[in-house]
């Protein structure tokens, strides 16, 4: 049975940091490409930031410089360093898995507020 569970979410003022984790079981995670999404209220889901079983990164271009996605293989992990917060990054983060056979499985998501 595959999990992914999130944590680390919150409530921050602008400019604040938070950092979200996802501890994955069930899949093989060193060759499973890991993502973050997000999902404002009343808006699509969008994806945040990925990383492959390699480390290539990729970010959506409004959190370049702010957030930093990263992987520890050895705990089943994938991290999101959110720096710089600001209300429009307001939403439920989700975890998303990649798995190398073909099948994708998403978490049950973390709040993120950013408010003053």
């Known amino acids: 049975q595959v999990q992914l569970v999130e944590s680390g979410g919150g409530s921050v003022q602008p400019g604040e940091s938070l950092r979200l984790s996802c501890g994955a079981a069930?899949?093989?995670?060193?060759?499973?490409?890991m993502a973050w999404y997000r999902q404002a209220p009343g808006k699509q889901r969008e994806s945040v930031a990925s990383?492959?079983?390699?480390?290539?990164?990729v970010y959506t271009d409004s959190v370049k410089g702010r957030f930093t996605i990263s992987r520890d293989n050895a705990k089943n992990t994938v991290f999101l360093q959110m720096n710089s917060l600001q209300p429009e990054d307001t939403a439920v983060y989700y975890c998303r898995a990649f798995t190398s056979y073909g099948r994708t499985f998403w978490g049950q998501g973390t709040q993120v507020t950013v408010s003053s």
């Open positions: 069930g899949i093989i995670f060193s060759s499973t490409t």
């Open positions: 990383i492959s079983s390699t480390g290539t990164t």
